[in-house]
């Protein structure tokens, strides 16, 4: 689970997207982002990269964890069976959001405070192990947009932005997130009609 998609120098700051949640609007027809809630872990001048929070897929935690042979115990912190379907770009690749675990992984990226992005088989491996994070979501494939494509969306009024919220990405069952993410923003489905984005 090596991810190269949007390698970046430390001179690429992170854009305002960044850690964010994205609520897909009514006018979002594509049915991969339809009533879709994604999560933003890179916004920079070459390009923006998340995954879908709000869209699982068929396999289970326990057949990804055999696939990098590991027994898993069944535990209760896990927050979703099943893993998400991140996005259409490499859908192979294994990219797990976690809160800050007991010991370190070795391809792993802190996001803001205790919430970290690792790629590596390693917290795999842990899950079900006391060096187990917390809380985690695992998602198969990512979402990219290229540099200015996903600020387009935003004047088209695609998307709505709300802050990162620990519930909504650990805690909160898939099929509510996004009118629970919509609720962030005291508004309702029926209600979003011409709103706009905003960061």
């Known amino acids: 689970m090596t991810y190269t998609a949007n390698t ?3 001179k690429n ?10 609520i ?32 699982p897929t ?32 490499n859908t192979e690749m294994g990219f797990v959001l976690h809160s800050k ?12 405070n205790d919430l970290f992005m ?3 088989t390693d917290v795999i491996e842990a899950i079900g192990t006391e060096k187990a994070p917390e809380k985690l979501a695992i998602s198969l494939g990512l979402s990219f947009w290229r540099s200015g494509q996903l600020e387009e969306e935003m004047r088209r009024n695609d ?9 909504l990405l650990f805690d909160v069952p898939c099929e509510k997130r996004w009118e629970t993410a919509l609720s ?7 209600m979003l009609s011409g709103q706009g984005g905003e960061c």
């Not at 027994?71 to 927050?79: D, G, L, P, R, V």
């Not at 675990?101 to 803001?112: D, L, M, R, T, V």
């Not at 962030?184 to 029926?190: A, K, Q």
């Open 8 to 10: 970046r120098t430390k």
């Open 13 to 22: 700051t992170q854009g305002v997207l960044y850690n964010k949640l994205l």
């Open 24 to 55: 897909a609007t009514p006018q979002v027809d594509d049915p991969l982002f339809k009533q879709s809630v994604v999560y933003i872990f890179d916004h920079t001048s070459d390009g923006s990269s998340g995954f879908i929070i709000n869209k």
């Open 58 to 89: 068929t396999v289970p935690v326990t057949e990804l964890c055999a696939k990098v042979h590991h027994q898993m115990a069944k535990t209760t912190y896990i927050s979703s069976d099943l893993v998400l379907a991140g996005g259409p770009v």
């Open 101 to 112: 675990p007991p010991a370190e992984f070795a391809q792993s990226h802190c996001i803001k």
């Open 118 to 120: 690792t790629v590596s």
């Open 159 to 167: 998307w709505l932005v709300i802050p990162a919220d620990e519930a």
């Open 184 to 190: 962030h923003l005291n508004i309702t489905p029926e």
